[in-house]
């Protein structure tokens, strides 16, 4: 008796193929194989579904009560695969999925909040998870398909994923507007010294950052008077405070009550990439937000 652990299912597509043609060299043509080849296979088939199958007859093959009854189920089950077998086709505008975003609170405004505004006009359908990113842990959670992408940096990016620059981020100082400071258009180090400072420290109490070393090597010294956790909080602190705080540029992009002012020594920027498993590399949908990601990026 024929069973589908012991079928070898290349042996349908011949079989199919013999019914099509009726014709042994016809079909090893069509299968871009030898006739020897198709009359081996056909061999084995006879003995897998045990019956002749086909007949020689004058003008090639005849096939039997057995094979009619299996040519209509054997094409069904082919044309089936075949569709299971194609890449789907990736349409955004009618797209049903969930995508998990890791991120810092920085990437959160700076990338994800534009990205959102894009997504929702052309794949009003996927849903979005954002999660506070962990680089410990990172590899692992996309590994079983918790995190699909993590907006991060190249010191913070596991060695294993895969990854693409989204760009190169600056720092800008910031006031709110009508800053007492604010009347000249550039600050000094020593007026940029003189007044109060707060800054982002994700570890909570630091109050030195890069700019503190940046100052040190020309030996200044600021004043640090407060130390927040988050860059989205130290924003709506400053548009109500005499506070100077160095943030990101993008950060503050459209951000209404706040004044850049271009800082009198040079602080070190950072890389900003996206990162993702090899296991959603492949993807059409993933593809296309990547792609998205990216593009909204280089309009900001």
């Known amino acids: 008796m024929a069973n589908i652990k012991n079928l070898d299912l290349n042996l349908l597509r011949v079989f199919d193929t013999l019914m099509d043609e009726k014709n042994v060299s016809r079909a090893a043509e069509k299968l871009a194989v ?24 004058q003008h090639g093959i005849v096939p039997t ?37 890791a991120v810092t609170d920085y990437s959160l405004r700076a990338i994800v909040e534009p990205f959102l505004l894009a997504l929702r006009k052309e794949a009003p359908n996927i849903k979005v998870a954002v999660r506070w990113i962990n680089e410990h842990e990172l590899l692992e959670q996309m590994e079983r398909g918790i995190i699909d992408i993590a907006l991060t940096t190249p010191e913070t990016s596991p060695v294993d994923l895969r990854a693409k620059t989204l760009f190169d981020e600056t720092y800008v100082c910031v006031l709110r507007d009508g800053h007492p400071l604010l009347k000249d258009v550039s600050l000094t180090i020593d007026q940029f010294c003189s007044i109060d400072h707060a800054i982002v420290s994700y570890v909570g109490g630091a ?5 503190d070393q940046v100052l040190r090597k020309v030996q200044k010294q600021r004043r640090v008077v407060l130390s927040v956790p988050s860059f989205l909080s130290l924003v709506d602190i400053l548009k109500t405070s005499d506070l100077c705080a160095v943030v990101p540029k993008r950060l503050i992009k459209n951000v209404q009550g706040l004044t850049t002012v271009n800082l009198p020594f040079e602080v070190p920027g950072f890389t900003k990439i996206i990162a993702w498993h ?3 590399h492949e993807s059409e949908a993933h593809r296309w937000i990547r792609e998205l990601i990216f593009r909204i990026c280089n309009e900001i």
Do not use: C, W, Y
Request: proline letters at 6%; a negative charge.
């Open 65 to 101: 009560i057995r094979a009619n009854e299996l040519a209509g189920p054997v094409k069904k089950l082919l044309r089936e695969l075949d569709s299971v077998l194609e890449p789907t086709l990736f349409e955004p505008e009618s797209a049903e999925l969930t995508l998990s975003i």
């Open 34 to 57: 030898s006739q020897p080849a198709v009359s081996g296979m056909l061999t084995r088939l006879r003995h897998s579904l045990d019956d002749q199958l086909f007949i020689r007859s």
């Open 278 to 280: 090899e296991r959603t």
């Open 207 to 211: 109050f030195e950052g890069t700019t």
